[in-house]
């Protein structure tokens, strides 16, 4: 079980900066997971497509974030928004079980990061709403990198850091 999943909404430069959390938390004692979200290759969510099934892997990853102490969630901006294979992720997990879907998030506490031309402003404002929505305690605090300063100007430690309180409380 992982104390942390940390999401990745790319398998690019987002998910080095994932891998860079994971790195960050195991070097604080913390059990972390990264989970490529463009690597599941899931299906687009729709009324039909639920009817077909909710896909083996979605049932997987429910347990993993049930189980989850806190989020990190790392998302390119996407057209002034959040990518949409994230959004489709929610989706499937709270489509997923028959429980109240909301207790997978209600709240824990979850970091957002964005490595993105512009420094992903426009993505983490409407990550963080929709985060926020479905019950996670969003930080105030967010790790915003381009490609011009690199993985170095990051600060995830402080995300990080404010993250590991929030689980230990």
Partial sequence: MSDVVILAGSNNKNLELANEFEKHFTAKSVKSTVLDLVSLNLPLYTPTEEVRGIPKAVLQYKELMDNAKGFVFVVPEYNGGVPPVVTNFIAWISRSGDQDWRSTFNAKPAGIA????????QALVSLRTQLSYIGLNVIGRQVRATFKEGLNSADLEGVGDLLIEGIRL
């Fill in 114 to 121: 964005s490595f993105s031309g512009s420094g992903g402003v």
